[in-house]
């Protein structure tokens, strides 16, 4: 039996994914849609761009799917909208929300729809990693407890509920002994683990725990500004295994548009953690958001002054989507998209030269990166720093190698020696690989 997967939206969202495959492990995995026998879709319903990739998605497997095969679509648009997408796409076997991703196989077997109250979290199951083989991402928490004026999230997620410690390091030793040796931590707010449990230094612990083992490279995604402190910072800084990668969507730097994002905290605050975080050796990304309703020009010009100012590694910058039960939805001055799109332009151009200007201080310098393998044209390898994150912030294209037969997965020291565009290009130097 043959089963195609398509994991949309974010890491997360993957982590459920891989859960799904390994309740799944008598299906070969198969990238032809038209060949496979089970066809699952995990849909994204973040935001109205990803609610139309996933509809689009959905279209698409039901024109393509042979006749007999199984289609199932599950995650978070299914959650949000169960009752209008199971009216309107009865092509589809199986429907399932965010809570019954373990329970696959069974749902499956049955051709049974179900929507769970209970949010799922990873317990450790068995899963199948996708798209590395050396690298996993691992999930700390779900839902989320802030209450910011644009997020739909916590509707249909739910409040924060984080995982034990205890059962987070098991996870990454078991990994470790199947080969992978490199990490991304990720939840929708990490700088809050362990607060639903009355643990304020949460992360912290864990990062303590997880410096405890040996030979493996971290990095920790998604931290929430107010739940950020100068102490985890520094724990970040001097820790052994996790990486000085500080991944913080700020959304705004004006304090009066982060009042009406419903953020919380002081801009001065804000800018203080930054100025702690961005070391010569450490890596920043952050995220913004144009066109809030009642965002000003004026609150637009400090933003667009701010990423001249502080010179971020990366910025994912997001059109302001509109989308119900959430505050900035019900508030009247909304932004014409006329007005977003030029703003976004003017955002644009600041950010292409802030991360040339990042990449600019890679020239010349040793830097242990893992090896990727072979661009799609077949005309460089692709290396990725561990500093950075896989995909999400790019990687290095190498021209030139002094070591012959290359191994995916292994470290090698490389020299990038040129800027291309908003790319680094360099070379793979003698010397031990790990």
């Known amino acids: 039996m043959k089963l195609h997967l398509i994991s ?36 994204c319903g973040f935001i109205e761009s990803a609610k139309t990739e996933s509809i689009e998605t959905i279209l698409e497997a039901i024109e393509q799917k042979k006749e007999n095969s199984t289609l199932v679509v599950t995650g978070c648009l299914t959650q949000r909208y169960k009752e209008e997408l199971q009216k309107e796409f009865p092509e589809v076997d199986v429907f399932t929300g965010v ?8 749902l499956i077997t049955k051709k ?18 996708t798209n590395s083989n050396y690298h996993a991402y691992i999930k700390l928490s779900e839902g989320c407890n802030q209450k910011c004026s644009f997020c739909a999230i916590p509707g249909f997620k739910g409040r924060l509920n984080s995982r034990e410690i205890p059962e987070i390091i098991e996870e990454i030793k078991k990994l470790k002994q199947k080969g992978f040796t490199d990490f991304s931590l990720a939840s929708q707010d990490s700088s809050s683990y362990l607060r639903d449990k009355g643990i304020r230094d949460g992360l ?21 500004p107010t739940t950020t402190t100068k102490k985890l910072i520094k724990k970040i800084l001097s820790s052994k295994n996790i990486q000085n990668y500080f991944d913080i969507p700020i959304q705004h730097i004006s304090q009066t548009m982060l009042k009406k994002m419903k953020r919380g905290g002081s801009v001065e605050k804000l800018k203080e953690l930054l100025n ?52 900035a939805y019900k508030m009247k001055n909304k932004i014409d998209n006329k007005t977003i ?26 830097i242990e990166c893992f090896m990727d393998g072979l661009t799609d044209d077949g005309l460089f390898y692709s290396v990725r720093p561990k500093l950075w994150t896989p ?26 020696n040129q800027v291309v565009g908003e790319e680094l290009v360099g070379k793979i130097l003698k010397g031990n690989k790990k």
């Open 8 to 43: 949309l939206g974010c890491v997360k969202n993957l982590v459920d994914s891989e859960v799904m495959l390994g309740k799944l492990k008598n299906y070969k995995i198969i990238d032809n849609i038209q060949e496979a026998d089970l066809i699952i879709i995990n849909t």
């Open 99 to 106: 809570g019954d991703y373990d329970k696959i196989d069974k």
């Open 112 to 129: 049974q729809s179900q929507f769970s109250e209970k949010v799922y979290l990873i317990h450790n199951e068995d899963r199948i990693i």
């Open 204 to 224: 912290e612990r864990l990062i303590d725990e997880i410096d405890e083992i040996e030979g493996i490279n971290v990095r920790i995604l998604y931290l929430y």
């Open 276 to 327: 702690l975080m961005q070391t010569e050796f450490s890596f920043v990304r952050t995220s913004v958001i144009i066109g809030h309703p009642d965002e000003t020009q004026q609150e637009f010009e400090e933003l667009k002054n701010y990423l001249k100012e502080y010179q971020f590694d990366r910025v994912n910058v997001f059109a302001y989507s509109d989308e119900e039960g959430t505050t």
């Open 341 to 366: 799109q030029k703003r976004i332009k003017e955002i644009t151009k600041i950010i292409k030269k802030s991360t040339k200007n990042r990449l600019k201080l890679y020239l010349n310098k040793k």
């Open 391 to 416: 995909e999400v912030d790019g990687d290095i294209l190498i021209n030139e190698t002094e070591i012959e037969n290359l191994e995916i997965g292994k470290v090698y020291k490389v020299i990038p």
